[in-house]
């Protein structure tokens, strides 16, 4: 009987090119998340924040730059959230929270920075921001659940 002759990579156990943890790490924004998710965070943000922006009296003053960065900001991260929810992948959802961030920054630098003068309409428009932070964290958290 002839010997049977063996390559190193026989002989070697095979490794998987990357470990299950790795590839969920790696498509973590990609996964898909719920129609019911993505639409109820999507009229949160229709309802907050045409709400927080009704509030908001008319100002004599000029916009100061940080506010037109800010708008800036908001309007690029509401297009990448909405895109993202159509898509319904997660990144939409971390879009949101961003997003929402980005609103609180602006109604908070609105009375600091002079533009205009804290009243009433304040409080709306900071529990309308805070309200869409609060949604696009739990609907975040949610979906990364097991």
């Known amino acids: 009987m ?3 002759l063996t390559t190193p990579e026989q002989t070697e156990p095979t490794k998987p090119a990357a470990s299950v943890r790795t590839v969920a790490r790696r498509t973590h924004g990609g996964e898909r998340i719920s129609s019911e998710v993505a639409i109820a ?11 927080g922006s009704a509030l908001e009296p008319d100002s004599a003053r000029p916009v100061p730059v940080i506010g ?6 908001l309007l690029f991260g509401i297009l990448a959230t909405a895109a993202g929810l159509i898509a319904r992948r997660r990144w939409g959802l ?16 609105c009375p600091t920075t002079g533009h205009h003068t804290i009243g009433g309409w304040w409080f709306g ?12 964290f739990v609907a975040l958290r949610r979906s990364m659940a097991p």
């Open 2 to 4: 002839a010997p049977v």
């Open 41 to 51: 965070v999507g009229v949160a943000w229709f309802v907050c924040y045409t709400i």
């Open 125 to 136: 428009q900071m529990l309308c921001a805070g309200a869409l932070v609060g949604i696009s």
């Open 68 to 73: 037109v960065v800010l708008g800036v900001a």
């Open 94 to 109: 971390t879009a949101s929270l961003a997003s929402a961030g980005v609103l609180v920054a602006s109604s908070l630098a």
